[in-house]
Every structure is written in C-alpha cells, then in structure tokens.
C-alpha cells in the first residue's frame, strides 16, 4: 500500500497545486492563500493514501519477480531517505529549543521576547527571538517585532513544522515542493503586510526589511523569520508594494476557500479516474460469460459502481440478494 501511496502522489500533488492555484487566484488576503497552500499541501498524503487503501478490484496480472525486486529496493530507497529527512528535522526542533533555553527573558520596545547572541536577525521559534546586538534603528526594530508577533499570533511554527514533515515523506514530489515555497512566500507576506500596517506604512516596512538584508540570518527551517531567503524577500518587498492586499484573516473567507479546494479535488479526484479505468475491464468480463439474471445484477453494478464506493462486484451481490428475498416473500 505504501508503494501505491508514493505513486498516487504525484497525481494527487499535481491536482491539489492546480485546484490550490485556482483558488488562491480568487483570495484577496496573503492569509487566506497561506491557509489555502498548507490545506493543499496537508491534502496530498491524505489524498494518496485514500487511493491506495481504496478495495478496487484490478485485472488479474503476473508481476515479474525482478518487478517485485526492484519495487522492494526503491521502497526500501524512499523509506531511508525519508528517515534521514525526519531525523534531520527532530534534530533542528531541538537545537532550536535549546537556542530558545539558552536566550535571556527581555521586554524590547514593550514586548516580551528572549535575547540570543547566537542569531543575526529576528525568528519567532515558539518564542520571539531577537539578537543581543541589533544594530537597527528603534522604528526600524518596532516593525520586526511586529512581524514576528504576526508569527506567533497566527502559529506559524506549527504550519511550518507540517509543511517540512510532508516534504520529507514526499521529498521526491516537485509539486509538494512547489506548494511548500507558495505557502512560506504567502506566509512571510501576511505577516509582511500586518506588520506594515501597524507601523507606519509599505514603503517605510519594506526600507525596514532591506536594512536587515545587511544584518544576514541564520534562522531554521523550523523557525519563520521576517529574514527569509533574499530572492524571496525581495519577491515580498514588491508584493507589498505593489499588491492591494487585505490583511485580516477572515475565518468565514478561509473557510470557503478551503471548502473550495476540498470540493474541487473531490470532483476531480485521481480516485475517480482510478476506479473508472480499473473496473471497466473488470465489470466487462464479469457481464460476458453470466446469464440473463446475473447480467442483470452486472448492469446494476456498472450503474452504480462508483456511487457504491467503486465496488460492482459488491452491489451485484446486494442486488442478487435483494432479488431472492423479494421471490421468498411471493
């Protein structure tokens, strides 16, 4: 099943990005998209493994034994790099609880954070940490906070710690990487976008922003931070200024948006298009070679196989059923 899983994620990452893309495309709130992206995103290891357990009866074919070897040798391949990845997480999860353990209780400018001298810029891990020697204006650290605080208000370290779990798991699906920078991009600007309207304005955050580019960061990949890749940044700094973007996440809005998704990929769903191509030949050579009766119940199967959960044979067998104790009562 695992096997199936992996393969069935491929299609399912292409349909969650294509439907996610369509739907953040209606969302005027980098909020709204963010929660979009990791619903899509949450969806693709949900999705697989739905396919692969799904009892749909398959044409009957001989499998090679190198067939089989080979499989067995790439499951093996996927389950010690997936492993790798996973430890290589549980060991920045620690080492960031440790670098928030060793940071000194503060108040900066009225807000509570904790003081590192061991990173170069701000990060919300849990906490917000913020380094012992900023060399930033006071304004300038006021609209950093701000955006940190954005962080914790909305828990991003818990999306992020997601949004790197199925990466690791499908570290071999593009379209589960691709989800993954949409989702952090649309992250840093909700929070971008919040931070700016709460201090002064775009123009004066974004001049904020690229006085931190000087300061470096060495923030991880757990750990959301106003300084995030300097490609992304940049991509941000213009998204801020450029986009008209409302800043508040509405619960009713992300609601839709999310039952959007969930029902789009439903509607197009790789389990339909699996069942469809695998009962066809199956439900074919079931109705060939039975009698007028029991092509009956294979008719009654074909119609409504897929309503029956995939299953003909199964609603046959409840048709025949229904037939006997319909004569038993005459």
């Given at each position: 099943?695992?096997?199936?899983?992996?393969l069935d994620?491929?299609?399912?990452g292409?349909?969650?990005?294509?439907v996610a893309?369509?739907v953040t495309r209606?969302?005027g709130?980098?909020a709204?998209r963010?929660?979009?992206?990791?619903?899509a995103?949450a969806?693709?290891?949900?999705?697989?493994i739905g396919?692969?357990m799904?009892?749909?009866?398959r044409?009957a074919?001989a499998?090679?034994a190198g067939?089989?070897?080979?499989?067995s040798l790439?499951?093996?391949i996927?389950?010690?790099?997936?492993?790798l990845l996973l430890?290589?997480?549980?060991?920045?999860?620690?080492?960031?609880?440790l670098l928030?353990?060793a940071a000194?209780?503060?108040?900066?400018?009225?807000v509570?954070?904790?003081?590192?001298?061991r990173i170069?810029?701000?990060?919300f891990?849990?906490s917000v940490?913020?380094?012992?020697?900023?060399?930033?204006?006071?304004?300038?650290?006021d609209?950093?906070?701000r955006?940190e605080l954005?962080h914790?208000r909305?828990r991003?370290?818990l999306?992020?710690?997601?949004q790197?779990a199925?990466?690791a798991?499908?570290?071999?699906?593009?379209?589960?990487?691709?989800?993954?920078?949409a989702a952090?991009f649309?992250?840093?600007?909700a929070c971008?976008v919040?931070a700016a309207?709460?201090?002064?304005g775009?123009?004066?955050?974004?001049e904020a922003?690229?006085r931190?580019?000087?300061l470096?960061?060495?923030?991880?990949?757990?750990a959301?931070?106003a300084m995030?890749?300097?490609?992304?940044?940049?991509?941000?700094?213009d998204?801020?200024?450029t986009?008209?973007?409302?800043a508040t996440?509405r619960?009713v809005?992300?609601?839709i948006?999310?039952?959007m998704?969930a029902?789009l990929i439903?509607?197009?769903?790789?389990?339909?298009v699996?069942?469809?191509?695998?009962l066809r030949?199956?439900?074919?050579?079931?109705?060939a070679?039975?009698?007028?009766?029991?092509?009956?119940?294979a008719?009654y199967g074909?119609?409504?196989g897929?309503?029956?959960?995939?299953h003909?044979?199964?609603?046959?067998?409840e048709?025949?059923?229904?037939?006997?104790?319909?004569?038993?009562?005459?």
């Open positions: 099943m695992i096997g199936a899983a992996l994620s491929v299609a399912a292409a349909l969650a990005a294509i893309t369509i209606l969302c709130s980098a709204t963010h929660a979009v992206w990791v619903a995103l969806s693709v290891p949900m999705l697989s396919v692969a799904m009892p749909v009866r044409v074919t499998t090679a067939g089989r070897d080979a499989a790439l499951l093996t996927w389950g010690v790099i997936a492993s430890i290589r997480i549980a060991i920045a999860y620690v080492r960031l609880r928030e353990r000194t209780p503060a108040v900066v400018r009225g509570a954070v904790r003081v590192s001298d170069r810029a701000p990060l891990s849990g940490l913020v380094p012992k020697d900023f060399a930033l204006a006071d304004d300038d650290v609209r950093l906070l955006h954005a914790e909305r991003d370290d999306t992020r710690l997601l790197q199925v990466k798991l499908l570290f071999f699906n593009p379209f589960v990487h691709a989800m993954a920078r952090e649309e992250c840093e600007l971008d919040e309207r709460a201090s002064g775009e123009a004066a955050y974004a922003l690229a931190l580019v000087t470096g960061g060495n923030a991880s990949s757990l959301p931070a995030s890749r300097r490609v992304r940044l940049a991509a941000r700094v998204a801020l200024l986009r008209e973007d409302d996440l619960p809005r992300v609601v948006a999310i039952g998704l029902a439903a509607l197009v769903s790789p389990v339909l699996h069942r469809v191509i695998t030949p199956v439900v074919r050579n079931i109705g070679a039975l009698d007028p009766a029991e092509e009956e119940a008719h074909r119609a409504l897929l309503y029956w959960g995939g003909p044979a199964e609603a046959a067998e048709f025949r059923i229904a037939e006997k104790w319909r004569l038993l009562q005459k």
